[in-house]
Every structure is written in C-alpha cells, then in structure tokens.
C-alpha cells in the first residue's frame, strides 16, 4: 500500500514508496561521505600525503572552507561559511521540489538528483558541524597538473549533473512540457 503525500505548494500527488529510493540514494551518499570524510580525520596527517598512484593519485587531507574543488577558498568573510550554507538549503529545496514535479519513471533524473542531494547536504553538515569542509582526494600528472583535492559528496554532485545533462539529452521534450505548465 502507497502513501500518497499532498502538499500546500500545489506539486502534484506523487506515491511515495516510488520515490523514497531516490530518497535512500541520497542518505547513502550522504553516508559514504561522512564516512570517508571521519576516516580522513582521524587517520590522515595534513603534513603527509599517501601515494596511491605514484605521479597521479594521492590521499591528503585539507580543511576546504570554499566549495566544489576548493573555488572561494581564499574569499575572507565571516558572512561566507551562512551564505554556502543557504545555498546549499536553496539547492536541497529546489532539487525536492523539482524532484516531486517530475515522474518518478524517470529513474535517470531521480537518480542524478538524488546523489547531487546528497553531496550537498554532505558539504552542508559539514560546515554547520565543523565550519568546513575535508577534502582528501588529489589527481595530479607529475609536476605538470594539480586537480584540486576534493572528497565524495564533490565527485557525488559532479557525477549528478554530469547525469542530468544526459538526462536532458534523452528526454528534452519532457522538460519543454514542464516549461509549459
């Protein structure tokens, strides 16, 4: 038996035992994340890096208080770590939204907005608990490139989008009949 949610913002009625997987994706990358992230604090020392590819991948740690892959990390402002913070409220709000909007057959989009659900509220807690974010994984070529260290609510949001592009690809007459609505 469905439980049929309904709500005062006018989104139409959605059965919620096909959605809550989408829902369960999130925690879990929320979860693999906080893990991943425990164990890099507890078990990493920021002086020394652990080569795992030697030349192109290395485990470090790094307190990021900027976002994605370290962007604004030198923005000094005491307002920066509530203005992330909302942003990523806003985006967890308008992925719920847009989410409940859209068929839950559509397994490709739920998908990518749930793991982009996910790495958000992974960065968010983190920021709200310790006032930044650890990121531990570092790609480089040698000397010659230097990606920046990121963690897996990053690669967990890169991976989303990289899925709704494809998503939009596939199905672009279904987002031209929501525009319409």
């Known amino acids: 038996m469905a439980i049929e949610i309904e709500n005062s913002i006018n989104l139409p009625r959605t059965s919620f ?3 809550y997987k989408f829902y369960v994706l999130a925690l879990a990358v929320l979860v693999l994340d906080h893990a991943t992230k425990w164990l ?5 020392d920021p002086e020394r890096a652990i080569e795992v590819i030697p030349g192109y991948l290395r ?6 208080t900027g976002i994605a892959f370290g962007l604004f990390r030198d923005l000094d402002s005491p307002w920066k770590p509530h203005v992330l913070a909302a942003m990523a409220i806003v985006a967890v709000i308008v992925i719920l939204v ?14 990518a907005l749930a793991v982009i ?6 960065t968010f807690a983190d920021r709200v ?3 930044y974010v650890v990121d531990f994984i570092e ?3 040698r000397d010659a490139f230097h990606w920046p260290t990121f963690n897996v609510a990053d690669s967990a949001i890169t991976v989303g ?10 199905n672009p007459e279904l987002d031209e009949e929501l525009q319409r609505d």
């Open 17 to 19: 035992s096909m959605k």
């Open 129 to 131: 608990l310790h006032g």
């Open 40 to 44: 890099a604090r507890a078990r990493l």
């Open 59 to 64: 485990i470090s740690y790094v307190s990021n």
């Open 139 to 141: 790609f480089h070529v």
């Open 98 to 111: 847009y989410s409940f909007r859209m068929p839950s057959s559509r397994l490709l989009l739920q998908s």
């Open 161 to 170: 989008i990289g899925l709704l592009l494809i998503d939009a690809v596939k």
């Open 117 to 122: 659900m996910g790495g958000l509220l992974g």
